[in-house]
């Protein structure tokens, strides 16, 4: 009997050692019909005094192959870890999925380049309601009440008195209302026209107003800022170019031209063989804007402008159709 158990120690802990499935070994030897239960049970055979020796030994054999089967499933359980540990590696160093990360849109762009430009000459910003009276969009800024322009061929009317501002202006009778001289500002928005869309119309588009107000203000100051922005915005080649005009709030008036920044002047495709790019409205503000805003014309003078931001966009970017600004199709505004 002392033979079977050693033999089946033996076998065993061999067995142990040379497999994995340890589950079916365990059954097999220590299970309720395994070798060593199956050896305990014949324990009635066993005379009385070997009874105790025998049964030390059984219990020793039992103890030993637990505790081979418990190595085992150690190893077993370390080696899987090892392995997992190894096929799941994670390498930081890697360099990551790059995800696109969006811009501003052109004329976000300009706008930002404007404002930038003349804060750098001291002027703030002021900015005015879209949705506006028509006594700011028009009344006051020397527009009379049968001016073509308040034709609701060319603005939008929500009432009898109330529009959406058909350009910046109003913000310069507001900012004169409620301020004395000095004045120095722009206005950067929105502004909105029953113009049906094509290349260079949109119902609603961008400007940015200009305004200053102070003593001596003279026609040469309006030169000289425009000239000085005309230089920051598209070169320093630049060259500007007044022609006369009519706006009913300045007066002398003039539309204001920038030298062609790709051509230099000779004519070419983006100034449509011109050498000059039309690009905003100027002008000396009339006295009567002055003091219809509590201004007294005989103490001060200002002038004022007002650029489209749209064309502006255009002519900095070589785009020919404005629609393609306000589609927001990807593949259009990557470029820029
Ligand atoms: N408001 C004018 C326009 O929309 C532009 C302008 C502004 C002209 C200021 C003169 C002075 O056409």
Same mark, same amino acid.
């Given at each position: 009997m002392k033979e079977l158990l050693k033999q089946i120690r033996e076998k065993a802990i061999a067995e142990i050692e040379a497999s994995d499935r340890l589950d079916e070994i365990r059954i097999q030897y220590l299970g309720k019909k395994g070798e060593l239960t199956a050896v305990l049970r014949g324990m009635g055979k066993v005379s009385p005094e070997e009874r105790p020796l025998i049964g030390q030994l059984a219990?020793?054999?039992?103890?030993?192959?637990?505790?081979?089967?418990?190595?085992?499933?150690?190893? +077993?359980? +370390?080696?899987?870890?090892?392995?997992?540990?190894?096929?799941?590696?994670i390498d930081?160093?890697?360099?990551?999925?790059p995800f696109t990360a969006g811009h501003r849109h052109p004329l976000a762009q300009t706008e930002e380049m404007l404002r930038d430009i003349f804060i750098?000459?001291?002027?703030?910003?002021?900015?005015?309601?879209? !949705?506006? &009276?028509? &006594?700011?969009?028009?009344?006051?800024?020397?527009?009379? +009440?049968?001016?073509?322009?308040?034709?609701?061929?060319d603005t939008f009317y929500i009432t009898d008195n109330i529009l959406l501002r058909s350009q910046t202006s109003p913000v310069q009778a507001r900012v004169m209302e409620?301020?004395?001289?000095?004045?120095?500002?722009?206005?950067?928005?929105? !502004?909105?026209r029953a113009d049906p869309a094509d290349a260079t119309h949109s119902p609603i588009f961008h400007q940015v107003e200009g305004l200053v107000v102070d003593k001596g203000i003279t026609m040469g100051d309006l030169k000289g800022i425009l000239e000085l922005f005309a230089k920051k915005m598209f070169g320093p080649e630049t060259k500007i170019r007044f022609r006369p005009?009519?706006?009913?709030?300045?007066?002398?008036?003039?539309? !204001?031209?920038?030298?062609?920044?790709?051509?230099?002047?000779?004519?070419?495709?983006?100034?449509?063989?011109?050498?000059?790019?039309e690009i905003l409205g100027?002008?000396?503000?009339?006295?009567?804007?002055?003091?219809?805003?509590?201004?007294?014309?005989? !103490?001060?003078?200002? %002038?004022?402008?007002?650029?489209?931001?749209?064309?502006?966009?255009?002519?900095?970017?070589?785009?020919?159709?404005?629609?393609?600004?306000?589609?927001?199709?990807?593949? %259009?505004?990557?470029? %820029?």
């Open positions: 219990n020793e054999v039992r103890a030993e192959i637990e505790a081979a089967l418990a190595k085992k499933e150690e190893e +077993k359980a +370390k080696k899987e870890l090892e392995n997992r540990l190894l096929s799941e590696k930081v160093t890697v360099p990551g999925t750098g000459m001291g002027f703030s910003i002021a900015e005015g309601p879209e !949705v506006e &009276y028509d &006594y700011y969009n028009f009344e006051a800024l020397n527009l009379p +009440k049968n001016h073509p322009a308040r034709d609701t061929q409620q301020t004395q001289p000095p004045i120095r500002i722009i206005s950067p928005g929105r !502004v909105y005009h009519h706006f009913p709030f300045t007066e002398p008036s003039a539309e !204001v031209d920038v030298s062609c920044f790709v051509c230099g002047g000779k004519g070419c495709r983006l100034c449509k063989g011109e050498g000059w790019m100027a002008g000396m503000v009339h006295p009567f804007v002055l003091s219809n805003c509590g201004i007294d014309p005989n !103490v001060y003078s200002g %002038f004022a402008f007002g650029m489209g931001v749209e064309r502006i966009t255009m002519a900095r970017l070589g785009i020919d159709d404005l629609r393609l600004m306000y589609e927001n199709d990807v593949r %259009f505004l990557h470029q %820029f």
